[in-house]
Structures are given as C-alpha cells and as structure tokens.
T-cell receptor, first 114, second 109 residues
Framework: NAGVTQTPKFRVLKTGQSMTLLCAQD?????MYWYRQDPGMGLRLIHY???????AKGEVPDGYNVSRLKKQNFLLGLESAAPSQTSVYFC?????????????FGPGTRLTVT | KQEVTQIPAALSVPEGENLVLNCSFT??????LQWFRQDPGKGLTSLLL?????REQTSGRLNASLDKSSGRSTLYIAASQPGDSATYLC????????FGTGTRLQVFP
C-alpha cells in the first residue's frame, strides 16, 4: 500500500513550457486534491475532484487544468508555465466527504519556472 | 473569509519540555480541524483529526483540543524529543481545508 504518490519529484521549466504532474492513490479514495505551498502563505487549494470524471476549482485555479479519467489518478497540467508558478505542489486524497474524513498527502513535487 | 493563524511561528526548546502550539480561526462554522506534521522537503502527515462535535483527541504524546466557539485549537506535545522537530500545521475544514502557515519546532538534546 503506497498511499499517495506523485511524479515527478523535481522539475525545472522555462517560461512558456508545459507539463503534467501525476498523482496516484491506491486507497480507493473518492476525493482528490491539488495544493500548492509557498513560503509564508501556507497550502492553497488549486483544484479538486469528488469522483472519477469530475473536477472543480479551488482557491487558486488560474493557469492550471486538471483531469480525473481514472479514480486512482489525478493529473495537474500547466499549459504555459510562468515564474509565479514556482512552488511545491502537493496532491492529497480522502475516502469520502471531506467534512468527515481526513486527507492523506503525497510527498510533493518541487517545480521551478525560470 | 476564513483565516487561520498559528502562533508562535517558530519555537526552539530543550528535550523533555511539554509544549503547546496554538491555532486560531476566524469563522466557527467548521466541520473539523486537522493537525499535520511536515518534515523538511517532505509531504504532510496527519496527526489528529477533531470533529466539530468533539473537544479533544489524543494520540500517544499528542493531545489536541478544540474550542469552536472561541475559534481556537491547541496541540499539546508531552515530553518533547528531538524527533519531534518539524513544522506543525493546522487546517480547518469548511468543505475545503484552510491551512495556517505553521509553527516550526526545534527540539534540541
């Protein structure tokens, strides 16, 4: 049982390049989330999904897109990277309703945009 | 708008001390509150989850309390150890998690 895994762990992009971050969970969780963590600002929710085939915007969705084609995977895409997207990205999942169940986090992806 | 504040931002203590970390939030309409630990360069590990109807939760040397009406939670760490050194984050659940900026704890031998 690997829990929540993220690929890649590190990435450096040039401004304007695109990339996709992959999150996978093997706990059969319905809900999945993408956060970014910046110094002095805590974690902020980018997008989330309440089940396969669904996505919804979080607090800071601009510049990102997501897809949940399979229940176990949640992809975060950057179509045209900007230096402001330099951050550490965390994926999380929870079994069901987030007002009851705790969230489990992946190890993070450190992204630098130059 | 829900805001979560953690005080102090950093704390350095000798091994063996009992510690209290504070978390305050501005809107008492929460479902639950979760405390996390984050080691440098790592992800978040859930420590304790307190539902809004509960007053406290305990796990080993950790005890978290919740006073929803006053918008406060505390994380009590008994007999601190160097291995407890990490950043501790609290997050309130208002159908999504709103995080504080954390307390960076260092426990020295």
């Amino acid at each position: 049982n690997a829990g929540v895994t993220q690929t890649p762990k590190f990435r450096v992009l040039k401004t304007g390049q695109s990339m996709t971050l992959l999150c996978a969970q093997d706990m059969n969780h319905e809900y999945m989330y993408w956060y970014r963590q910046d110094p002095g600002m805590g974690l902020r929710l980018i997008h989330y999904s309440v089940g396969e085939g669904t996505t919804a915007k979080g607090e800071v969705p601009d510049g990102y897109n997501v897809s949940r084609l399979k229940k176990q995977n949640f992809l975060l895409g950057l179509e045209s990277a900007a230096p402001s997207q330099t951050s550490v990205y965390f994926c999380a999942s929870s079994y069901s309703k987030i007002n009851i169940y705790e969230q489990y986090f992946g190890p993070g992806t450190r992204l630098t945009v130059t | 708008k829900q805001e979560v504040t953690q005080i102090p931002a950093a704390l350095s203590v000798p091994e063996g001390e009992n510690l209290v970390l504070n978390c305050s939030f501005t809107d008492s309409a929460i479902y639950n509150l979760q405390w996390f630990r984050q080691d440098p360069g790592k992800g978040l590990t859930s420590l304790l989850l307190i539902q809004s109807s509960q007053r406290e939760q305990t796990s080993g040397r950790l005890n978290a309390s919740l006073d929803k009406s006053s918008g406060r939670s505390t994380l009590y760490i008994a007999a601190s150890q160097p291995g407890d050194s990490a950043t501790y984050l609290c997050a309130v659940n208002t159908d999504k998690l709103i995080f504080g900026t954390g307390t960076r704890l260092q426990v020295f031998p």
